[in-house]
């Protein structure tokens, strides 16, 4: 497989994929990322913790509908072009 800008696209998709399935209660709970874990004082910084669950759930939030039609496309190019 060559290193092409389609692969690139394929391989950032993919991990898009994978942020967006992980589970709140089933995984991220388990290893201690759950919700009630990033709760912070008043005027601190939130830390890395607080801000990646963030980001999953605004991926999980946000991405949604997107990723259906992007897959649907990756998977009809892959179907057409092989």
Known sequence: MAFTLYS???A??????????????????NIGWGTDQGIG????????KSQLT????SVRTVMRVPLIIVNSIAIVLLLLFG
């Open 8 to 10: 690139l696209l394929q």
């Open 12 to 29: 950032a998709l993919l991990c898009v994929n994978a942020i967006a399935v992980l589970h709140e209660e089933r995984f991220l709970k």
């Open 41 to 48: 004082g008043f005027g601190e910084e939130p830390g890395i």
């Open 54 to 57: 963030n980001l999953i759930r």
